[in-house]
């Protein structure tokens, strides 16, 4: 299911040439089957909330508009957020190119930019999370709740705006098989990140969901960085951290397919960063009529990013973790007219406005976890960005006292 999609669309030029073109208010989406490139907005709407019948009824109506003004195959693209009550954010682009995809490995390598920041800020501190992560830890002893994904963002104030573009092309040389991304994300804000986790493709009735959960950053002496990946396999406490995601997706997804293949174990995949413990699940939908971003909004927030139960792990996030999480969490991607199409979960990502950056990471807490642990972790997830953007920051380890 990586192979290319087959297109209905004319493959404009090679993925590269499409990411020349990106504009600001432009939106850019690649992933191992497809290269998108959105110029302008034709029709848009930011709905009330996130629920999934509210998503679905935007994307009708887009739908309806586009067709309705003489557009033939319009194609939604999108910025769902972390929190059902919270607005998405979809449209359908004035003009859509469309690249196969595969071919960014052989692309120029592009240097890390030279960010000039007059500050950067944790918020929350680092001490703040670690005694988040302890809350949940006195919860898992106290409640139902088994799993929470805590989170942290880092502000950095700069001299200039953060090029979008040069950022892709960054990310896109040090990833170049993740889901990577810029989408507008406010009137001046651009979401940019370099995801490596599938929610959800649709390709006619066959789905495949690619979770990831339970990780261990990755090491520059490459027999440590072997041992630490061998290690994961192992990992009691990210193998349960990893086996409730699977368990929330394939409970979600049952109802909806006709066949679901769920293989017995993870395995453990890369990114520049960190090692992942990783299951690929496909099926075939029950009803072919269902959407991607149907099908996407079903299963959003998985305890990947949220945890397990959901209501408790939401309560959980909402109480401890001291900011708001916006996009990062939510679901980026896209879905055409037949209802084929991908969302990714919108992690190693940053928000770009005109005088600051904001880099997000969040870490899976399980019974077994430590505070410092995630907070490394979540330290380790946030140097794809800050690296891509050439900042430098180190959490103060004499904050962290949890
Ligand atoms: C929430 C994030 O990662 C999720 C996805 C992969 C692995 C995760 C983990 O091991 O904790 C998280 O569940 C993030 O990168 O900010």
Request: charged share 20%; with cysteine; glycine share 6%.
């Amino acid at each position: 299911m990586n192979q290319p999609l087959p297109s209905r669309f004319p493959l404009d030029q090679a993925p590269w040439g499409l990411l020349e073109g990106l504009k600001p208010g432009d939106a850019f989406f690649s992933s191992p089957a497809t290269t998108l490139l959105g110029r302008g907005t034709a029709h848009a709407r930011h709905t009330p909330d996130a629920r999934p019948e509210t998503l679905d009824a935007a994307a009708r109506e887009l739908f309806d508009t586009a067709r309705a003004q003489g557009h033939p195959d319009p194609v939604i693209m999108g910025l769902i957020p972390f929190n059902h009550a919270d607005s998405a954010r979809l449209f359908v682009p004035r003009e859509l190119l469309r690249a196969a995809p595969g071919t960014f490995e052989q692309c120029p390598a592009s240097a890390p930019l030279e960010t000039r920041a007059l500050a950067i800020t944790p918020e929350p501190s680092p001490e703040h999370y670690c005694q988040a992560v302890d809350s949940a830890l006195t919860l898992f002893e106290t409640t139902a709740l088994n799993k929470v994904v805590l989170a942290r963002s880092l502000r950095a104030d700069t001299q200039a705006p953060v090029d979008a573009q040069a950022l892709l092309k960054r990310l896109l040389s040090i990833n170049p098989r993740g889901y990577n991304f810029a989408l507008p994300a406010g009137d001046t804000e651009s979401l940019v990140g370099a995801s490596p986790e599938l929610l959800i493709r649709r390709v006619g009735n066959r789905i495949i969901a690619n979770p990831l959960a339970g990780s261990v950053p990755r090491h520059s002496d490459p027999q440590e960085d072997q041992r630490r990946a061998e290690g994961l396999y192992v990992s009691d406490k990210d193998l349960r951290e990893h086996a409730l995601v699977v368990e929330a997706i394939v409970t979600a997804l049952r109802p909806l397919c006709r066949t679901l293949e769920v293989p017995e174990g993870p395995e453990v995949i890369a990114t520049d960063r960190m090692w992942h413990l990783s299951t690929t699940i496909e099926g075939e939908l029950a009803d072919p009529t269902m959407t991607s971003l149907s099908v996407a909004a079903a299963l959003h927030p998985t305890p990947a990013v949220c945890g397990a139960p959901w209501q408790d792990a939401h309560q959980a996030i909402a109480s401890f973790e001291g900011f708001e999480r916006g996009y990062f969490t939510g679901l980026v991607g896209w879905c055409d007219a037949t209802g084929d199409g991908e969302w990714a979960i919108a992690i190693r990502c940053a928000e770009l406005a005109p005088d600051h950056v904001r880099v997000f990471a969040g870490a899976g807490v399980v019974p077994g976890s430590s505070p410092q642990g995630e907070l490394e972790e979540t330290a380790a997830k946030m140097r794809t960005m800050l690296d891509a953007m050439g900042l430098d920051y180190e959490d103060d380890a004499t904050n962290v006292t949890a």
